[in-house]
């Protein structure tokens, strides 16, 4: 993979993942909630507990710099984009104690990634179920901290992205030029899908789809400020499949419909990342988003993790162009990030 790095730069991992080893005591601020913790087994391990229950065991790549940088140094990775780990978005919570957890976290990725600011970026966590809190902690992320955006979940309690309430925090994203990265929740799935043993197969990116579904034929997208920068984990999910069914079902909901506000139209002003692990799938992204608006991902450092980085890029030459390699290995990800 170092030869990437020779040609005009390494790979920009847009999609990747910490979590501090010192997470707040949340649970004594706001009892009655499964909120996150971590503890911390040794220096280079610890468990994610959800109301103390045991969730998911980590490691250091979740926290320390050196580790990540070693790991990017031999897959030829310039870059890393760090955003916070999904259990912890909490925006269903109680808005307070969500306050305490978003600012926390940022605090943590200010300073992983400010030891290493040529090479660590980050994306930082917002109280969204509370606009006025998730806009002012916006405008310290990116104005104070230095950070390209934020992630947040698909959902706000039962709130979906493209309800009215959320158009002050996507407009505050919108004029900031902060870039605003849609990621699922495993914890706000449908049950029904742990029982079949398909949360991550299906779940996940049904997740997805379903949200950005939703927010395509809302509205919001022409009623909220022009310029949001809006990027969908996971290639989008089952989007890119959808849209033509999406068309069709707005066709049928009125045969005037505007060819702008049809929903496969108003999807090329969306992003996504690269994580199929497939190259058809990835060329369909391409195909519905535009091949400016893909970016690499790779969900480091977990299972979902491709290995190596950009392994779906690896495809021969007649599926994917150099110069569609170089666009979503690094180059999209360059003017997008110039442009924040």
């Known amino acids: 993979m170092t030869d990437r790095a020779e040609d005009g730069g390494g790979l920009i991992d847009l999609h990747t993942h910490a979590i501090s080893p010192r997470m707040p005591d949340l649970a004594a601020l706001s009892p009655g909630y499964r909120w996150p913790s971590v503890e911390q087994l040794d220096e280079t391990s610890a468990r994610i507990l959800l109301g103390g229950t045991p969730y998911r065991a980590v490691d250091e790549r979740c926290w320390s710099a050196p580790r990540r940088l070693k790991d990017m140094d031999a897959d030829g990775v310039e870059m890393q984009v760090v955003s916070p780990t999904p259990v912890t978005f ?133 009623r909220r400020r022009p310029g949001i920068k809006l990027c969908l984990a996971h290639g989008g999910g089952t989007l890119p499949w959808l849209l033509p069914r999406l068309d069709k079902g707005e066709r049928i909901k009125d045969a005037d419909v505007p060819a702008e506000r049809l929903p496969s139209t108003m999807a090329a002003q969306l992003y996504s990342d690269s994580l199929t692990y497939d190259v058809n799938s990835l060329l369909l992204a391409v195909d519905r988003y535009g091949p400016e608006h893909v970016l690499l991902g790779t969900d480091y450092p977990f299972a979902a993790r491709e290995e190596p980085t950009g392994a779906v890029l690896m495809a021969p030459d007649d599926h994917l162009s150099d110069q569609l390699k170089a666009a979503i290995g690094r180059d999209n990800a360059r003017a997008l990030m110039e442009g924040s």
Request: proline letters at 6%.
């Open 90 to 222: 909490c925006h269903d919570a109680p808005a307070d104690a969500a306050a305490v957890l978003a600012a926390a976290q940022n605090d943590f990725l200010a300073e992983l990634t400010g030891s290493q600011p040529d090479r660590l970026k980050a994306l930082g966590a917002v109280p969204l179920q509370d606009s006025e809190r998730a806009i002012e902690e916006l405008r310290r992320c990116v104005l104070q901290l230095g950070f390209l955006g934020v992630e947040i979940g698909t959902r706000v309690g039962d709130l979906e992205l493209g309800d009215e309430e959320l158009d002050p925090f996507f407009d505050a994203a919108a004029d900031l030029g902060a870039l605003v990265f849609v990621h699922p929740a495993d914890v706000t799935l449908d049950p029904r899908l742990a029982r079949l043993g398909i949360p991550f197969g299906a779940g996940m990116p049904s997740e997805t789809g379903i949200a950005a579904a939703g927010l395509l034929v809302s509205g919001a997208l022409g």
